[in-house]
């Protein structure tokens, strides 16, 4: 990142959100624009983030709006939702002492500051830090908006005039010049720090794909291709090498400017030279080996006669006084000057997307041997609290509660102060996560003094940087209850899914604390913000709501009982009485657990909140009840390590859409009997309910229009549409699966737009018709009244006259009664629970199998099976449940890589649970031996692997000395060192037994590998990423039974794993699915307005980063390319890869799937060999990522055989292409449309081959699939037909030719065959089809038509209704509309 702007937060401790939320580094909306060339480097500048009221602003302020609208007084908002926010950029003049005037692009939003920022980034201007702007003479102040300045108009002159310097301001210039000097260097992003990560997609395309597309000519292109992949990537190959996932690039290899830069040992300057104006003192040695000392002065920088042991603060002759660092080194080294103008380009010409920094650090479980360099900064900043700004903000430390809580207080009326308000909150947790993390080492490490410290370790408690921190462990036996230190270890994942969940309702007036659980050195810790006040007080004094001993004493509060009113229906929570030790009736709206305390502040705290969501049955076996049969058959209930397992917040969310879906066919099943019954009296009821089964659901919600809220209506009727087990199944479409980093469960913001997925969408439409006490309206008729309460009764409705499901989480928690008077409600709840612990089971997991089966998912590696389990609400204890269930699937064959990522996720995950403990009685000292011990047993096939113990003597004398402040853990320090492989291999399949009920058959990891296909470089992989273990990238001999494959040099670091919240930007999110809606209706200029909406408000909030903009931005590229825009879709895809590897990691799978469109949009760019290299790219990662039998890469393995065809690379092509063909069989059936491409595919290459034969038993196979799947009229068939005919002719012509030949010998007349190399149009037609890109040539008509049709359809289903429709089924049109797949 460019400097990291340390003069921002000048605004922070008084909180003053608008300074904050400008957040002046990290803006690069409008900055990066300005300084780079591509001026379109982060999505349109600040001054497009509008609303343009296009077109798009009415269906969204209707329909979308109400996803906040539990929000207080979010439904009054809408009207007033069309503030246009754009006011046109304008362009000024800047001036700069030594340079051309230049001139900039600027928006009237943008801060004074952020023009600051562009000339840091500069390339002429880059080494200036301390200056202002000036106007007519005027200073502008740097918190001011231009367009409050007066007299700044289009083509004003700005001058740049160079202030005296500060302490502060010299040392942030010392700062700035070294990230400069390092700007290139990717150390940071190995080491995981300052949001820095990799990127290594400008290796594959030399540069900027822009420019490469102009400089080199179609024609002469296909001659110098090099098409052969390296040996590891073809199909087939068993050679797995590590080293390839991370590049070597030569601009890494840093240009040396400096030798050393430093500060002085003789700093700070005593009182006589600071009266000289001496500010401090830097010792530098030059490239050629020139030692310099120099004096900081307010007048800028000179050399002084001082040298290492002599102190002569005078001023050398001559003394180069320079105002920037850079003047006066260049004068002092040529070296310095011509490498650092060197290194300035370089950094200049990198896209934007590789250097800005990341929302979240991102660490990459591999790393090369990297020199460690001197840097004066580096140093200073390990040992001061420095965290983020500390010592550029007054006031030093952040006050980090006031500021969540500010935040989320701003203002939320219109879009504008919404933006600002999501800004903020986003820019605060993300600053606030890194603050945590790096407290949470500081603790592990040892490092921070405890509250308590004559505690013992596991006890201790601390306050680092106003963050409380503690450890996860059952201390003062808290839980022994329900299930000590395993309870302890997940109490804080709960507590932050519950904090998660409250924070997106988001109801003014309740706050929950910063929460962050990080994981690091095999401890857990928890790190939050702290209530003012609470310090002071005992916890007794302050709880005024809940309970501090788990409903022994239990009191509750009116104000807090109002507050949580307001999310019991988004949270599906029900209000309930428990008795406190006096036998009292106390009425609660949350479990007994959560705790309200009213802070110093006078603000309204809850805390605890690990039990926002109702127990899991299957887990939590109780005396006297029974789970119901379903449950029973697949062995529940079963004892858990702990009582505090609960459902997930997508699966409470699915069984109420569930239950909705039960509820409005029962309704309507009988609604029709009436009718049956009394023809007559019916009349009222509209005409539309027809006997068949699916219409009738319409009745009930069109009587009640005026009552509920259009969108959330629309929402939950699409849903009758489907059948039931396909809406339980939220589908991943909705929000692209990129969008939704933890698997989409931050509903309540974008409950109205994710259909499937909906939260209040089914309880409200009825819901609030009767809360509203309107319920005469649609129910007037008793008849109607009675069927209603029929269904509500049938579907445990809380309510009589309406559908509201609601759980108690407190039903089954040990300790709670509940008043006698309740008896009849909590057998209610009690059966509610068993029926979700039942749905969980018999439909969740059983759609979850059918989606894997016709591939809607498609996990390739742990994370995304998790994202994948936890969308329809399973939890990851339930893995052993699934793989069984797969297991007896008939269609087990077609599931291969299902089974296999999963089983290879319950390895990793055993061996991390043991990993966890093992850690715990490692000393420091011994950690990378420990790790690497670890690895050997986990891993390797050498059987004895030994522990190299640190050296005796060292650790004798040690051992002594530290005996007393030992890091938490203890125990004997060795006990790790006599580990075997096959005690670590015991322990893992006892682990699979006892934690996930599941029989691993090995007994050793090769055993494992042999038995479950598994790869050992996935299994490494995802031990890694798991464990937060850093390795040395390198080709380990993971097979080799004479000696261990890691040594301890190979353990290079460990990383922290950090679990947060991720505020959502919500108004750019409900865009963003509106135009998705759009473009599946087949409105893709409408769309693509709305998504490029939907991306201006992303850059609005999170910064230019950010996983959702790379869903985003993906979705552009594809419209992009679908409406013949290539070079914009190329543009845009390159984006969204460097995004993906950046925010992700670089061989996540998303990253692997973009890569892959990118490779497509540089084929049709003509940029073959770059189409290629991606491709071949692509196909590494997911070799190493998920091997190579997985359906995905029959898609990848198709497209290389197609580009290599298209380069007349037969050979290689027909390898690729036949693989992709066996892939297919295997994962689709040989009678899949799909198999029936790939047999075609591989015909056309054969044909080019001239061998004919083969070609046509290939396309035989196809039209056979084709004839049997679609019948002989379909076009497919046809045109499969027309080429055959074709193939035959040619294979005779070949004949007669060959006959002619052996008659008459060389004298024979030959006839000219045809070999036709395939054209470059059709290939890539072949392309699009398999990546799912379907072109229809209309004519004007054609679309007239279709656009009448869809409306006419619109017109049908109520108004609004398609919008949601389209994301479930793609209206039919699938030949006539590019769907994205």
């Given at each position: ?133 000036q ?42 010049i ?9 150390s ?11 990127s290594?997609l ?8 822009g ?28 050679d ?29 300057p ?38 290492t ?28 000057k ?27 479980w ?26 550029h ?16 207080e ?50 201790q ?74 310090l ?34 988004p ?9 406190n ?15 309200g ?28 009840e ?9 062995g ?49 009821l ?72 909906t ?54 928690s040990?300790?709670?009664r ?25 439909c ?16 390739m590696?742990?994370a995304?099976l ?10 990851i ?18 599931l ?9 996720e ?22 990378s ?38 890091v938490p ?175 992700l ?5 998303n ?26 790219r ?34 290689l092509?027909?390898?690729f ?38 070609a ?13 799947q ?38 024979a ?8 190399a ?64």
């Amino acid at each position: 990142m460019v400097s990291k702007t340390d003069d921002i937060p000048a605004s922070v401790p008084n909180c003053n959100a608008v300074d904050l939320a400008e957040e002046g580094g990290e803006t690069p909306d409008s900055k990066e624009t300005t300084s780079v060339k591509d001026p379109c480097a982060c999505g349109h500048s600040a001054d497009t983030a509008v609303m343009n009221g296009n077109g798009a602003q009415e269906d969204e302020a209707e329909s979308k709006q109400d996803g906040g609208g539990d929000t207080d007084g979010g439904d009054e908002s809408n009207e007033q939702e069309v503030i246009v926010i754009q006011d046109t950029g304008f362009t000024v003049k800047i001036q700069a002492p030594g340079t051309e005037p230049f001139d900039l692009q600027v928006s009237p939003q943008e801060m004074v500051q952020e023009i600051h920022q562009v000339l840091m980034d500069r390339e002429d201007t880059c080494h200036r830090t301390c200056f202002s702007l000036q106007l007519d003479g005027n200073v502008l102040d740097n918190f001011a908006e231009l367009k409050s300045i007066e007299g700044l108009l289009e083509g004003s002159l700005l001058k740049v005039v160079e202030e005296p310097y500060t302490v502060r301001e010299a040392r942030i210039h010392v700062r700035h010049i070294r990230d400069l000097l390092k700007s290139l260097d990717p150390s940071d992003s190995y080491n995981g720090v300052d949001c820095n990560s990799l990127s290594f997609l400008s290796l594959f395309t030399d540069g900027d794909l822009g420019d490469s597309g102009k400089r080199k000519k179609k024609g002469s292109e296909l001659e110098q291709i090099d098409c052969t992949p390296p040996e590891h990537i073809l199909p087939g190959s068993k050679d797995r090498p590590l080293v390839p996932l991370q590049p070597q690039n030569k601009d890494w290899k840093p240009t040396l400017c400096l030798k050393v830069l430093t500060m002085s040992g003789w700093n700070p300057p005593p009182g006589n030279r600071k009266m000289h104006g001496d500010l401090m003192y830097l010792y530098m040695v030059t490239v050629e080996e020139r030692h310099i000392s120099i004096t900081a002065s307010t007048r800028g920088f000179y050399l002084n006669q001082s040298t290492t042991y002599t102190f002569n603060p005078k001023p050398a002759n001559p003394s180069f006084l320079s105002h920037s660092l850079v003047e006066l080194l260049s004068q002092i080294s040529p070296a310095f000057k011509k490498n650092f103008t060197a290194l300035q380009k370089k950094r200049v010409q990198r896209h934007p997307f590789e250097r800005i920094a990341t929302p979240f650090q991102v660490y990459s479980w591999t790393a090369p041997q990297m020199d460690h360099a001197m840097d004066c900064v580096r140093a200073e900043d390990a040992y001061t609290s420095r965290l983020g700004y500390e010592e550029h903000i007054p006031g030093q430390t952040r006050d980090w509660n006031e500021e969540l809580q500010t935040t989320r207080e701003l203002a939320r009326k219109n879009l504008p102060e919404r933006l600002l308000r999501e800004r903020a909150i986003f820019k605060v947790h993300s600053d606030f996560a890194a603050a945590a993390t790096r407290g949470a080492m500081a603790v592990i490490d040892g490092n921070v003094m405890a509250i308590n410290p004559g505690e013992e370790t596991r006890m201790q408690m601390f306050i680092w940087n106003n963050i409380f921190f503690s450890l996860g462990f059952d201390v003062r036996d808290h839980y022994r209850e329900l299930g000590g230190d395993a309870a302890a270890h997940a109490a804080p994942t709960n507590d932050l899914n519950g904090v998660r969940a409250y924070g997106a309702v988001d109801v003014e007036g309740l706050y929950t604390l910063g929460t962050v659980v990080v994981d690091y050195r095999g401890y857990r810790v928890t790190a939050q913000s702290i209530i003012p006040g609470i310090l002071e007080r005992e916890q007794e004094q302050s709880v005024i709501y809940g309970s501090i001993d788990f409903g022994k004493t239990v009191v509750s509060h009116t104000k807090y009982l109002e507050l949580l009113e307001k999310t019991s229906r988004p949270l599906k929570v029900q209000k309930h009485n428990v008795l406190n030790e006096k036998e009292e009736s106390v009425e609660l709206c949350s479990s007994v657990e959560c705790k309200g305390i009213i802070g110093n502040d006078g603000r309204h705290y809850i805390l605890d909140l690990l039990r926002t969501f109702p127990p899991d049955l299957n887990f939590l076996p109780v005396e006297g009840e029974d789970v119901p049969p379903e449950c029973v058959r697949q062995g529940f209930p079963r004892q858990h390590r702990h009582r505090l397992a609960c459902l997930r917040q997508d699966l409470i969310e699915a069984f109420v859409e569930h239950r909705y879906l039960l509820f409005m066919k029962m309704a309507a099943l009988q609604l029709m009997q009436q009718k049956a019954n009394k023809e007559n009296k019916v009349a009222a009821l509209p005409e539309t309910s027809s006997p068949a089964l699916k219409a009738p659901p319409a009745p009930l919600l069109t009587d009640n229009p005026e009552s509920s809220t259009d969108s959330s209506e629309t929402s939950t009727e699409t849903l009758t549409e489907s059948n039931a087990d396909a809406a339980a199944a939220p589908p991943t479409e909705a929000a692209p699966k990129a969008a939704q980093p933890d698997g989409a469960h931050t509903t309540p913001t974008q409950e109205a737009a994710t259909p499937t997925t909906t939260t209040n969408g089914p309880s409200e439409p009825v819901a609030t018709a009767t809360q509203n006490g309107e319920c005469e309206s649609p129910l007037e008729d008793p008849k109607s009244r009675e069927v209603v309460l029929n269904a509500c009764k049938a579907v445990g409705s809380i309510s009589n006259t309406s559908f509201d499901i609601r759980f108690n989480p407190d039903i089954f928690s040990p300790g709670v009664r509940f008043p006698d008077d309740s008896v009849e409600d909590i057998q209610k709840q009690k059966q509610l629970l068993k029926d979700a612990a039942a749905f969980l089971v018999s439909c969740q997991i059983p759609s979850l199998v059918k989606d894997c089966l016709d591939h809607s998912a498609l996990p390739m590696d742990g994370a995304t099976l998790t994202e994948a389990l936890h969308q329809r609400g399973i939890n990851i204890r339930y893995l052993g449940n699934v793989l069984e269930f797969v297991d007896k699937t008939p269609a087990k064959a077609q599931l291969e890589h299902f089974y296999r990522i999963g089983i290879c996720e319950l390895i990793t995950r055993c061996a991390k649970h043991f990993f966890k403990t093992y850690l715990q009685g490692v000393e420091l000292s011994a950690l990378s031996a420990a790790v690497s011990h670890f690895l050997n047993c986990f891993l390797s096939s050498f059987a004895d692997a030994v522990a190299h113990l640190p050296t005796d003597e060292l650790v004798s004398r040690r051992k002594n000395r530290k005996r007393k402040n030992r890091v938490p853990g203890g125990g004997d320090n060795t006990a790790w060192a006599s580990l075997t492989p096959s005690e670590l291999w015991k322990s893992i399949v006892s682990e699979a037994q006892s934690y996930y009920h599941f029989t691993l058959y090995c007994e050793s990891v090769d055993l494992a590998v042999e038995k479950y296909g598994l790869q050992k470089i996935t299994l490494l992989r995802e031990i890694s990423i798991k464990a937060g273990i850093q390795i040395l990238i390198k080709e380990y001999n993971f097979d080799s039974r004479h000696k261990p494959a890691f040594t301890e040099e190979d353990i290079l670091n460990i990383f922290p794993v950090v679990k947060h919240v991720n505020p959502k930007a919500s108004d750019a999110f409900h865009f963003f699915q509106s135009g998705q809606a759009k473009v599946q209706q087949g409105f893709l200029k409408e769309g693509c307005e709305l998504i490029n909406e939907a991306l201006n408000l992303f850059n609005n909030v999170y910064g230019a980063m950010h996983v959702e903009i790379c869903a985003c931005l993906r979705l552009l590229a594809r419209l992009n390319y679908i409406m013949g825009d290539h070079a914009e879709a190329l543009s845009n895809q390159q984006k969204a890869v460097l995004m993906s590897e950046r925010v992700l990691g670089i061989e996540h799978p998303n990253t692997i799937q973009e890569y892959m469109h990118l490779a497509l949009y540089c084929f049709a760019n003509g940029q073959l060999s770059t189409a290629l290299k991606l491709l071949y790219r692509a196909r590494y990662l997911m070799l190493m990522v998920s091997g190579e039998d997985h359906p995905e890469m029959a898609l990848l393995d198709s497209n290389i055989g197609l580009v290599l065809h298209g380069v007349m690379e037969y050979d290689l092509s027909l390898r690729f292409l036949e693989n992709a063909l066996a892939i297919n069989s295997k994962y689709h059936g040989p009678r899949s449309l799909k198999v029936a491409l790939s047999h075609h595919l591989v015909a056309r290459v054969y044909e080019s081959k001239a061998e004919f034969r083969s070609a046509l038993q290939h396309e035989k196979e196809g039209y056979t699939i084709y004839k049997n799947q679609v019948g002989e009229a379909h076009e497919k068939t046809k045109e499969s037909s027309e080429y055959l005919k074709y193939l035959t002719q040619q294979a005779v012509a070949l004949q007669r030719t060959m006959n002619e030949i052996y008659k008459n010998g060389s004298n024979a007349s030959i006839m000219p065959l045809k070999f036709t190399a395939p054209s470059m149009a059709s290939v890539l037609e072949q392309l699009n089809i398999i990546n799912g890109i379907i072109f229809i040539p209309l004519s004007q008509k054609d679309l007239e038509n279709l656009k009448a049709e869809v409306q006419r359809r619109q017109q049908l289903q109520e108004a609004g209704r398609s919008d949601e429709l389209a994301e479930n089924s793609p209206l039919e049109l699938e030949d006539k509309i590019p769907i994205d797949d």
